[in-house]
């Protein structure tokens, strides 16, 4: 697969790597190996995408939530931004359940 280049509602290109999806999300949180599409459908389609100010001098980031299918839970997908060759790209860094959205300034919608 290697990466899932997705456009989010505020017009945003993130990218998903398969060496993030395997190598951190499922490795850590296996309960999610099955919800790949899902996460992918959160960052194009979110119930809400927040702003997340992130402790330990870690870069600001954005955080989209919906809702994880079979399950009464949320699935938080964590977005932050790095340079590549001297340019700005959006990266899925991680994903998990939660029960709530948490703080954040809202973005969308």
């Given at each position: 697969m290697g990466e899932s280049r997705?456009?989010?509602p505020l017009?945003?290109?993130i990218v998903l790597h398969d060496r993030?999806?395997?190598g951190h999300i499922v490795k850590r949180?296996?309960?999610?190996?099955?919800?790949?599409q899902t996460v992918e459908d959160?960052?194009?389609s979110p119930m809400?995408?927040?702003?997340?100010d992130e402790a330990g001098g870690r870069p600001r980031g954005r955080v989209y939530l919906g809702r994880c299918p079979d399950r009464k839970l949320l699935?938080?997908?964590?977005?932050?931004?790095?340079?590549?060759?001297?340019?700005p790209e959006l990266i899925v860094k991680t994903a998990y359940l939660c029960r709530t959205?948490?703080?954040g300034e809202q973005l969308w919608p």
């Amino acid at each position: 697969m290697g990466e899932s280049r997705l456009v989010d509602p505020l017009g945003e290109e993130i990218v998903l790597h398969d060496r993030t999806w395997f190598g951190h999300i499922v490795k850590r949180r296996a309960e999610l190996r099955p919800y790949r599409q899902t996460v992918e459908d959160i960052v194009r389609s979110p119930m809400v995408v927040l702003r997340s100010d992130e402790a330990g001098g870690r870069p600001r980031g954005r955080v989209y939530l919906g809702r994880c299918p079979d399950r009464k839970l949320l699935i938080k997908v964590c977005v932050e931004e790095i340079t590549v060759a001297g340019r700005p790209e959006l990266i899925v860094k991680t994903a998990y359940l939660c029960r709530t959205a948490g703080p954040g300034e809202q973005l969308w919608p």
